[in-house]
């Protein structure tokens, strides 16, 4: 735990640190802006680090109770919906799902997506459970730990309309009660609810805009990848034989997550841009999972055999062992789990001890600068630095552009200051370079530019240049 940096979650941590440290809940001090997707979370985790906890490791660790609590509320609902053999549902979903890289890394890395799936469970559950009021106030806490929450509210109000024939009223008056005070002090303080992430990455998306296939085989390339193959093909099955039975039986509930998993895709895939960023499609892998073990149990239970369940679960459980103990750089997806902002913490660290307080500092990734080196950081994708988005909407050269615009006192960087920032190189000079040989087949390295005049290093920090 701990040892996964994935930038995305440090921006959470800097909002939950001036929380306690300044009294605002923003990324940069002083600065309105609202750069984080989940105001929950981040509001979740200001507690532990009023305890003076490092959220590097302290919001890990909270993950690991969420993702118990997902095995947790997964099985109260397979015994809901899913009539046969419960346990080896949850035992085939916990197998894959929990050793999938895509939502291993999240929750390592501290994101937010352990409590956000445990919330989409718990909120299925209430469903069932016919506890409308509590399915409204969980759907409000599922929308404010992230906006696309809104899609399984909107797919479980759909069903209940489709089995009751009229809108779940209390759910929705509970979800208006929850979601209206964070909107309306998000549009008083930060003069727009909507995060600019949301529209940072639809600006940037639209940049690279891909066709409806290619958007579809980047989603779903990863599926291919050892050992999930087999796992996906029968939640595939296993989700199109959920459909039609609760079509045929009018049981709405088993249509929930089939109903979630099209729109859900809808969502991320009909927009101009496309959404590759593995977090977002965890739950979708929830729903892959739980409907693998649900094809391998009504097998089981239609051929009054137990032996279908070794003939699919012993390759499965072969496969998982070897992606647990294969050398990771014969491991794909253990690669794609390098830390690539490695070099990026370094720096950071570096600019907090040996910086002027009032420095700025500028990156690409900015939540590990933000929150380790605490100094005002411009963001030239245009998240914490929100006018810098049309530079993108002009497809020039980001970082170029925002050089010319804030000239910050250090600039860190994934590649060096070359002929098309040859106006730059009189300004800045290169202080570090940083090597980082992720694996045998994967290179990474990291710059560090200061102005002219601004203090260097006194020592060498890996390959830091005197």
């Known amino acids: 735990m701990g040892e996964i940096i994935l930038d995305d979650s440090f921006i959470t941590y800097r909002f939950a640190k001036n929380l306690v440290e300044h009294g605002q809940f923003v990324f940069n001090p002083g600065e309105r802006v609202l750069a984080t997707s989940t105001p929950l979370f981040a509001l979740l985790l200001t507690p532990f680090y009023l305890l003076k906890l490092d959220l590097f490791y302290a919001a890990p660790i909270i993950n690991m109770v969420f993702d118990g609590l997902i095995a947790y509320f997964a099985y109260l609902l397979i015994r809901k919906i899913f009539p046969h053999h419960p346990l080896l549902i949850l035992v085939i979903f916990a197998l894959l799902f929990f050793s999938d890289s895509r939502a291993l890394r999240s929750s390592a890395a501290g994101m937010e997506t352990s409590f956000y799936i445990c919330l989409i469970l718990l909120l299925l559950w209430l469903a069932l459970r016919e506890s409308w009021t509590w399915v409204g106030i969980v759907g409000g806490l599922l929308f404010l730990t992230r906006p696309d929450g809104v899609v399984i509210v909107a797919v479980v109000f759909l069903c209940h309309l489709l089995q009751k024939r009229k809108l779940p009223l209390r759910s929705a008056?509970?979800?208006?009660?929850?979601?209206?005070?964070?909107?309306?002090?998000?549009?008083?303080?930060?003069?727009?609810?909507?995060?600019?992430?949301?529209?940072?990455?639809?600006?940037?998306?639209?940049?690279?805009?891909?066709?409806?296939?290619?958007?579809?085989?980047?989603?779903?390339?990863?599926?291919?990848?050892?050992?999930?193959?087999?796992?996906?093909?029968?939640?595939?099955?296993?989700?199109?034989?959920?459909?039609?039975?609760?079509?045929?039986?009018?049981?709405?509930?088993?249509?929930?997550?089939?109903?979630?998993?099209?729109?859900?895709?809808?969502?991320?895939?009909?927009?101009?841009?496309?959404?590759?960023?593995?977090?977002?499609?965890?739950?979708?892998?929830?729903?892959?999972?739980?409907?693998?073990?649900?094809?391998?149990?009504?097998?089981?239970?239609?051929?009054?055999?137990?032996?279908?369940?070794?003939?699919?679960?012993?390759?499965?459980?072969?496969?998982?062992?070897?992606?647990?103990?294969?050398?990771?750089?014969?491991?794909?997806?253990?690669?794609?789990?390098?830390?690539?902002?490695?070099?990026?913490?370094?720096?950071?660290?570096?600019?907090?001890?040996?910086?002027?307080?009032?420095?700025?500092?500028?990156?690409?990734?900015?939540?590990l600068p933000g929150y380790y080196s605490n100094r005002r950081v411009i963001d030239p994708l245009g998240i914490a630095t929100p006018e810098l988005l049309k530079n993108w909407s002009a497809k020039e050269n980001y970082n170029l552009e925002a050089l010319r615009r804030f000239h910050p006192d250090y600039y860190i960087s994934y590649e060096p200051l070359d002929e098309q920032y040859r106006e730059m190189q009189n300004e800045y000079t290169l202080t570090a370079r940083i090597p980082m040989p992720m694996s045998l087949i994967i290179k990474q390295e990291t710059f560090l530019y200061r102005k002219n005049g601004l203090p260097g290093p006194k020592e060498k920090i890996l390959n830091f240049i005197p």
Request: aromatic letters at 18%; one cysteine or more; hydrophobic letters at 50%.
């Open 173 to 367: 008056i509970a979800f208006a009660a929850v979601v209206s005070p964070w909107l309306i002090f998000a549009t008083i303080y930060y003069g727009n609810p909507v995060p600019s992430g949301v529209w940072a990455k639809l600006v940037i998306t639209q940049h690279f805009n891909d066709p409806l296939i290619k958007k579809l085989r980047l989603i779903y390339l990863p599926f291919q990848d050892f050992p999930f193959l087999i796992g996906s093909l029968l939640g595939f099955a296993g989700m199109v034989l959920a459909g039609c039975r609760s079509f045929r039986e009018r049981r709405w509930s088993m249509a929930v997550y089939p109903a979630f998993f099209v729109l859900y895709n809808l969502s991320m895939v009909l927009p101009r841009g496309s959404y590759n960023w593995y977090w977002y499609w965890a739950p979708i892998l929830m729903v892959v999972y739980l409907h693998a073990g649900y094809l391998i149990a009504e097998l089981t239970h239609r051929f009054k055999s137990a032996r279908v369940i070794p003939a699919v679960g012993l390759p499965l459980l072969i496969w998982y062992l070897l992606f647990s103990y294969l050398p990771d750089e014969t491991n794909w997806l253990k690669i794609r789990s390098f830390n690539w902002d490695a070099g990026v913490e370094v720096l950071s660290f570096w600019i907090a001890e040996n910086s002027p307080a009032d420095s700025t500092v500028m990156c690409m990734t900015v939540g």
